[in-house]
């Protein structure tokens, strides 16, 4: 049963109070490159990001972020460790959203001027807490970054944020693994009505990380926890919202990009399918709209969940079928099958 949250605005992006889930992800770039920043978020934009965080490591990347946010149309959100000043420079030069971890923004008195600019400018908070960064006092009474150590920095940060009247809260809380993140999420679901960002911290290269994701943000999208998600990728931030949108359309929660279906391979097949499947995952990249598309090795299964997609190919021998909407559309040697189904989907997609 999801919980109902209070509503966070981040620019036109409403996080929490049953919105849709929100895909975020971060750049990799220097924030103060300026060229490589603007392309970057772009990119993410155009794969489906919704609201976009770059770092603020100095003052240069500070005032990078005036002019990223003249050009880009997304909601952007400073992350900001350390260093106070770079959180209040920030907000001078429009971020959406400021993101900190109060377990290394210095004393209190720091993190209550970062609340009263924030609070002026109508700026909401990401409060982050993360395993790696938990107060001594606390990680000496529990020995290890517990779930309830993670949750007691937590709310010790929170007591702040409430004692200065501050509410326009976003929560994240990373545990060291993907069962200890589990733990302190659902613990704070319990506890609070503030929106939740999900994310497995450090989560690994594409293929562990998508999976170490998925496991974790599986489980709690599934119970309901959870208000916007991002996918720590050691990779492109293109693939980060790819794999979100991917948990996304599993769990029914969110319909946008393709999904390619294709089968595992096997003796009875007589085409080079891991090239085929390849082709049509890089081109589908492209493509923003939802829709099942299946790549098929044989006759065993293929032409029936060919026809269940949206468009398929049910390959033969060195050759294919393509099928549209259960029609089978044409049969084309396998050297054309890849450019034969996009000529189908984009006629298709014209024809809307
Ligand atoms: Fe094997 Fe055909 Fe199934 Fe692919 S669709 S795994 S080739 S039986």
Do not use: W
């Not at 029914?252 to 007589?270: A, F, T, V, W, Y």
């Amino acid at each position: 049963m999801r919980k109902l949250k209070r509503l966070v605005e981040v620019d036109s992006v409403k996080i929490g109070a049953n919105n849709p889930i929100v895909v975020q992800s971060m750049t990799k770039t220097k924030t103060r490159d300026l060229k490589k920043t603007i392309n970057q978020i772009r990119r993410m934009q155009r794969a489906g990001c919704e609201v976009v965080r770059v770092a603020l490591v100095n003052r240069t990347d500070a005032e990078a972020l005036t002019y990223i946010k003249k050009r880009v149309s997304i909601p952007i959100v400073a992350d900001i460790h350390f260093d106070y000043r770079l959180a209040l420079k920030a907000i001078d030069a429009g971020a959406d959203k400021i993101r900190v971890n109060p377990g290394n923004i210095g004393n209190n008195l720091r993190l209550i001027k970062v609340i009263e600019k924030a609070k002026a400018f109508n700026v909401p908070i990401r409060v982050g807490v993360n395993s790696g960064s938990l107060p001594q006092s606390i990680l000496k009474r529990y020995k290890h970054p517990t779930p309830e150590a993670i949750m007691e920095t937590l709310e010790s940060s929170l007591k702040i944020f409430k004692e200065n009247n501050f509410d326009k809260i976003v929560i994240s809380a990373k545990g060291a693994n993907v069962m200890d993140t589990v733990a302190v999420y659902r613990m704070i679901n319990k506890k609070y009505d503030y929106p939740l960002h999900l994310g497995i911290t450090e989560a690994g290269l594409s293929f562990r990380g998508g999976i170490k994701s998925a496991v974790g943000l599986g489980i709690l999208l599934n119970e309901g926890i959870g208000d916007t998600i991002r996918i720590s990728l050691t990779s492109d931030p293109v693939m980060e919202v790819v794999a979100a949108y991917e948990i996304l359309n599993a769990l029914r929660l969110r319909q946008r990009n393709p999904i390619l279906i294709s089968c595992p391979i096997c003796g009875r097949c007589e085409v080079n399918l891991g090239k085929i499947a390849r082709a049509v995952e890089s081109r589908l990249h492209t493509y923003s709209d939802f829709m099942k598309v299946a790549v098929m090795g044989c006759v065993v299964n293929g032409p029936g969940e060919a026809r269940e997609a949206d468009f398929g190919i049910a390959c033969g021998k060195h050759t294919g079928i393509v099928f549209a909407k259960g029609r089978e559309i044409k049969r084309v040697r396998e050297k054309k099958l890849v450019d034969a189904l996009f000529e189908v989907i984009d006629e298709n997609i014209n024809n809307r």
